[in-house]
C-alpha cells in the first residue's frame, strides 16, 4: 500500500464533515490550503452569492463609467419631450416593399393634446423610426471630470432625435441617463460610508475587547445610546441641521458622514466578540511573550485573522447606507438638485398624481435601489458564511 | 426578581441620559439659538418684541449661559414641569403639540408589531417544520424582498397598486368624511381600511427577520434529544412541536419588543411622511425642515425613550418567562 492511497482511505473516513472541497477533489489540497483559499472554495461554492457579487460589480462599473454609458447628460432638459414613456429598442425596420433590413432603431413620440387641462400628451408612434447606433457622438462631456469626450455608447444618430428609454420626467430629463449618473453617487455614499464607519468600528471595538474593564463599559453604553435611537428620525435630525448654502460635494461628504455615524456599532460588536475569542488565543500569548508591543499585537497578530469577517459584516452595512442615503434625499433634507442619486430620484415621483401619469419614474429608480440592496445582502451572507473556513 | 428588575432600570439611567443629550445636541445643531429665530419671526410679522420680554426668555432658558447649563435647565423642565420649551412655528407649547401625536404613533407601532407576531409565527412554525419543501422556499425568497426592500418604497408602491387597481384613497388614517366624526363603528371600520397600508409596510421587514430567527431556533430545537423522546413516547406530532420546543423557541418572539420597536418606530417616521398619517413623522419633518428645533428635539427624545421602554418591557418579560435569564 502506498502512502498516497493511505492518505486517501483516511480520507473517505475522516475527512471534515462539511468540505470546502468537492468530495472528488484531492484531500491534500485541504490540507496545506492557507484560510483564503478555503474561503474562496466556500465563496465560490455559493452560486446565489456569486451571482450577487457580479451584479455588485456590474453596479460599481456603471458607476465607474457613468458619463460614457448614459446616453446624454441627465441635466438636459428636452421641454418638447416631458413625460415621455419608455422606448423600446428594436433591431429591424421594414420599408415599404415589406424588406426586413437590420437597423438599430427606437419608435418616436405622437404628441397630442388634451383640449380640456391643455396638458401634452406623449404616445409611441410606431411609424417614426430613430435609428440608433453605437458608440455616436452626443453630448460632449468630461470623462471623469477631465477628458474631453463626445462619443457615447449608445445613442440616437441623430443628434436632435429623441431616444429615451426609461422615459423622461417633468423636464424632459433622460431617466436612463439619470439613473446611470445616480448609481455613481448612490453607490459610492456606500462605500465612502462603510469606509468611516470601518474605522470607527474597528478601533473602538478592538479597544473595548482588547482592554476590557471600565473602556469596555463605556464603549458598551456608548453602542447601546446609538442602537436605542430610532435610526430615521436621528438621521433627520443630523441632515435637516446642514445649511442650505452648502456646495453639493460638501453636503455629500457630511450626509455620508451621518448615515455612517449611526453604522459603525454592528461592526464594533463584531470586533470586540473575535477580540474576546481571539484574546486567549496560543499566538496571541506567543506574540506578547516573544515582546510585542500591544499596538503590534492588536494590528499585527488579531485584526488580520479578522479580515474575512469585518469583509462580510462591512457588505452587510453597504445596503443599510444607500437605503439610508435614498430615504434622506427622497424627504428632501438630504442630497438635492443639481446633484443626481436614486433618492433624488423618487422625490420626483413623491406625489400620486406625478406616479399614475409617468409611473417609470418610480418603477426604475426603486428597482436600482431594491437590486442593489438585495444583492449586496446576498453577498454579505455568502461572505460571512465563507468568513471562518475552520468552523462547523 | 425584584433585584433584577431594579438593576435594568437602574442600567437604563445612563443610557436615557446619553439619548437626552443626543436630543439636546440635536436641538442645538442649527447656527443661532431659539430666540433669534423667534425675533426674527416676529419681526418678519411686524411684532417687534420687547427687550424686557427678551431678557426674561433669556434667563428662563439659560440661552446666554453654557450649554451645559442650558442643558440642565432643558432637562430640569421637563422632567418637573413637563415643560419641553415653546414652538415658535406654531406659537404654543411643545408639549401641547406632541402628546397626540406621540399616542398615535404608538398605536400604529403597536398594531404593526401585533401584525409581525400573527404573521410570523405561522409561518416560521411552517417553515421550519417543513424545512426546504416548496412553502418554505417561496416565504424564505419573500422574507429577502421584505427586508431589502425599504419601508417607503414600499409604501409608495402600495399607494400606486391602491390608486390604480383599487381606486381607494390611501393616505391618511380616516377618510374625508370620518375626519373629526364621532367614534362610531362605521369610523372604526373606516380606520382599519387605511391603517393596513401602514401596517403592512412598517411590519414587514420585522416579519421577515423574526420568520428566519424562529425557523432557525425551531430547528435548532426540533433535532434535540428530548424531541426524540417526546416522539418515541408515541405523542401525536402536532404535540410534538406544539408542547415544548416552539414554547423555548418563542423566546425571541418577546425580546423582539426590544429591537424590532425601535425600527418600527423608525419605520413609522417614514412611512407616516409618505403616507401622510397624523403621527409624529409628518410633524417631526416639518419642525425639523423649519428649524422648529424644541418640537424636532422632544420627539427625538420621547421617541428614544418609547424605545427604552419597550427594550425595558422585553427584558423584564424575557426574565419572567426563563429563569437562566434573571439569575446569571
Known sequence: ?392 | MFGYVLKRIVLMIPTMIGISFIAFFIIQLPPGDYLTSVIASMSDSGQDMHPDEVRRIRALYGLDEPMIVQYFKWITGILLRGDFGYSFEWGRPVSELIWDRMGATLAVSMASLLFVWIVSLPIGVYSAVRRHSIGDHVFTLFGFLGLAIPNFILALTLMYVGYKYMGQSVGGLYSPEFVGAPASLAKFWDLLKHLWIPVVVIGTSGTASLIRILRANLTDELSKPYVITARAKGLPEHQVIMRYPLRIALNPFVSAIGWVLPQLISGVTITAIVLNLPTAGPLLLRALVAQDMYLAGSFILLMGILTLIGMLISDLLLAALDPRIRFT
Open chain 1, 1 to 392: 500500500m502506498t502512502l498516497v492511497s493511505h492518505y486517501d482511505d483516511l480520507a473517505e473516513e475522516t475527512g471534515p464533515a462539511i468540505s470546502p472541497l468537492k468530495p472528488g477533489d484531492d484531500p491534500d489540497k485541504i490540507a496545506v490550503a492557507s484560510q483564503w483559499q478555503l474561503i474562496r472554495a466556500r465563496f465560490f461554492a455559493n452560486k446565489v452569492a456569486v451571482v450577487a457579487g457580479i451584479i455588485v460589480l456590474l453596479f460599481y462599473f456603471v458607476g465607474l463609467f457613468a458619463e460614457f454609458l448614459a446616453p446624454t447628460i441627465p441635466s438636459k432638459a428636452q421641454p418638447r419631450f416631458t413625460y415621455a414613456p419608455p422606448q423600446s429598442l428594436a433591431f429591424f425596420v421594414e420599408d415599404a416593399e415589406g424588406n426586413r433590413r437590420f437597423q438599430l432603431h427606437v419608435k418616436g413620440y405622437a404628441m397630442s393634446v388634451d383640449p380640456e387641462s391643455l396638458r401634452r400628451s406623449f404616445t409611441i408612434d410606431p411609424d417614426k423610426i430613430v435609428p440608433v447606433g453605437f458608440f455616436v457622438k452626443g453630448e460632449p462631456y468630461k470623462m471623469w471630470g477631465v477628458f474631453e469626450m463626445e462619443r457615447r455608447l449608445l445613442g440616437a444618430i441623430n443628434k436632435r432625435d429623441p431616444m429615451n428609454l426609461l422615459g423622461t420626467d417633468s423636464l424632459g430629463r433622460d431617466l436612463l441617463s439619470r439613473v446611470i449618473y445616480g448609481t455613481r453617487v448612490s453607490m459610492s455614499i456606500g462605500l465612502i460610508g462603510v469606509a468611516s464607519s470601518l474605522i470607527i468600528g474597528t478601533v473602538l471595538g478592538a479597544l473595548s475587547g482588547f482592554y476590557g474593564g471600565w473602556v469596555d463599559l463605556s464603549v458598551q453604553r456608548l453602542i447601546e445610546i446609538i442602537s436605542a435611537m430610532p435610526t430615521i428620525p436621528l438621521w433627520l435630525g443630523l441632515a435637516a441641521a446642514i445649511p442650505i448654502t452648502w456646495s453639493p460635494l460638501k453636503v455629500y461628504f457630511v450626509i455620508t458622514l451621518i448615515v455612517s455615524l449611526l453604522a459603525w456599532t454592528g461592526l464594533a460588536r463584531e470586533v470586540r466578540g473575535r477580540f474576546f475569542a481571539l484574546k486567549g488565543e496560543d499566538f496571541v500569548t506567543a506574540a506578547t511573550l516573544d515582546g510585542s508591543s500591544q499596538r503590534r499585537v492588536i494590528f499585527r497578530h488579531i485584526l488580520p485573522s479578522l479580515t474575512s469577517h469585518i469583509l462580510a459584516v462591512v457588505t452587510l452595512a453597504i445596503p443599510t447606507m444607500i437605503v439610508a442615503e435614498t430615504a434622506l434625499s427622497f424627504l428632501g433634507i438630504g442630497l438635492k438638485a443639481p446633484v443626481v442619486s436614486w433618492g433624488v430620484l423618487l422625490q420626483d415621483a413623491q406625489n400620486i398624481r406625478t406616479v399614475a401619469t409617468a409611473p417609470w419614474l418610480l418603477i426604475w429608480p426603486c428597482l436600482a435601489v431594491v437590486v442593489s440592496v438585495l444583492s449586496f445582502n446576498f453577498l454579505g451572507d455568502g461572505l460571512r458564511d465563507a468568513a471562518d473556513p475552520y468552523g462547523h
